[in-house]
């Protein structure tokens, strides 16, 4: 079975443009969780989708946004990039059964660098 | 929310030796609790995991213990090898699928 992939692995972007990151789950699996990891911050959980829709969320600006689509694949979007959204962003997928905590399986990361 | 917090942040041992990384939780609704490596470039790979209807598990050379009163559980890697020098994460999640990590744990194994 095929892991969880991320594209592109690399970016480098300028302050104020937007960017667009996309990740594809294992196959079946329906929830989709992303991450940013700083080395000041750790990894802080931005939000998860299950099914389309936003389950959860974490505490980050509405710069941050996401979807999901019917095939599950995710795209998360940071819109009015700052120096400080330079960072690995990491997507994460499960099956996302309700009820059920769940092994989360980690894709490789997109790094984001903003000049 | 839940806090977890993670120590040390560094550990250095000598190949063979048992290597301990100890986490606390503050949620008290947490009930799973995964252990995740990261190598350099890549992403967290889960090794072990540990729900809360249980006090130890363990899998070849890693453990890992949850003590749900005092809230905290920890990884234990046993007959070192260079291999196992990574970056590993504690997490703790209360079923919202918001899971949340502890600050990580730079392991490296002296040969």
């Known amino acids: 079975k095929a892991g969880v992939t991320q594209t592109p692995r690399y970016l480098i972007k300028t302050r104020g443009q937007q960017v667009t990151l996309s990740c594809s789950p294992i196959?079946?699996?329906?929830?989709v969780s992303w991450y940013q990891q700083t080395p000041g911050q750790g990894l802080q959980f931005l939000f998860e989708?299950?099914?389309?829709?936003?389950?959860n969320k974490g505490n980050f600006p509405g710069r941050f946004s996401g979807r999901q689509f019917s095939n599950s694949r995710s795209e998360m979007n940071v819109s009015t990039l700052e120096l400080g959204d330079s960072a690995l962003y990491l997507c994460?997928?499960?099956?996302?059964?309700?009820?059920?905590?769940?092994?989360?399986?980690f894709g490789p990361g997109t790094r984001l660098l903003v000049l | 929310g839940e806090n977890v917090e993670q120590h040390p942040s560094t550990l250095s041992v000598q190949e063979g030796d048992s290597a301990v990384i100890k986490c606390t939780y503050s949620?008290?609704?947490?009930?799973?609790f995964p252990w995740y490596k990261q190598e350099l470039g890549k992403g967290p790979q889960l090794i072990i995991d540990?729900?809360?209807?249980?006090g130890e598990k363990k899998d070849q050379r890693i453990a890992v213990t949850l003590n749900k009163t005092a809230k905290h559980f920890s990884l234990h890697i046993t007959e070192t090898q260079p291999e196992d020098s990574a970056v590993y994460f504690c997490?703790?999640?209360?079923?919202?699928?918001?899971?949340?990590f502890g600050a990580g744990t730079r392991l490296t194994v002296k040969p």
């Open positions: 994460a997928s499960s099956t996302g059964l309700s009820g059920l905590q769940e092994t989360q399986y």
């Open positions: 196959s079946g699996h329906r929830s």
């Open positions: 989708y299950f099914s389309e829709t936003q389950r």
């Open positions: 949620d008290s609704a947490s009930n799973y």
């Open positions: 540990i729900r809360s209807n249980v």
């Open positions: 997490a703790a999640d209360n079923n919202n699928n918001d899971m949340r």
